[in-house]
C-alpha cells in the first residue's frame, strides 16, 4: 500500500505539469497571434476597395484605376521623383498599389480612387512574407 501513495502524488504532479504546459502554450499561441495581427494592422488605410477572402489570385480584375494612373498620383505627391517600381498589392484588406519612388519612398495609393492613403520611406513596411505583385 506504499506505493499507492507515491502513484497518487505521482500523478497528481502530472497533472499539474501537463495542464501548466498546456496553458503556457495556450498563452502562447495567443499573445504570439496578437503580436502578428497587430503588426499586420499597421499601418491602417481607409480604402475603397476591401480585398475578399478567399483573396482572388489575380488582383488586378478588382481594381478600378491602373498602375500608370497611380504611379502619376505618386509622382504629384513627389515632383521630380522617378518611379522605380509598382506593385498592386493586399495592404491589411485593402487593395492597393505600391509605387517605389527615385527618392526612396513608398506611396500607397488607394485601386479604387487614386487617393494617396500612406507615404513612407521604402523598405520600412515590415511586409516580411507577403507575396509581391510587379504590375507591367
Request: glycine share 12%; net charge negative.
Amino acid at each position: 500500500m506504499k506505493n499507492s501513495g507515491f502513484w497518487k502524488g505521482a500523478s497528481l504532479a502530472l497533472a499539474l505539469l501537463l495542464a501548466g504546459g498546456a496553458g503556457k502554450a495556450a498563452w502562447a499561441a495567443a499573445s504570439g497571434s496578437g503580436q502578428q495581427q497587430a503588426q499586420e494592422q499597421a499601418p491602417t488605410y481607409t480604402c475603397s476597395i476591401r480585398v475578399p477572402q478567399p483573396e482572388p489570385a489575380d488582383l488586378s480584375t478588382l481594381a478600378k484605376i491602373k498602375a500608370d494612373q497611380a504611379m502619376a498620383a505618386a509622382q504629384t505627391a513627389f515632383p521630380g521623383a522617378q518611379v522605380k517600381k509598382v506593385e498592386l498589392d493586399n495592404e491589411n484588406g485593402c487593395l492597393v498599389y505600391s509605387v517605389d519612388l527615385s527618392n526612396g519612398m513608398d506611396v500607397k495609393v488607394d485601386a479604387g480612387n487614386g487617393s494617396i492613403l500612406h507615404k513612407e520611406p521604402a523598405g520600412k513596411e515590415g511586409h516580411e512574407g507577403r507575396e509581391d505583385r510587379e504590375e507591367d
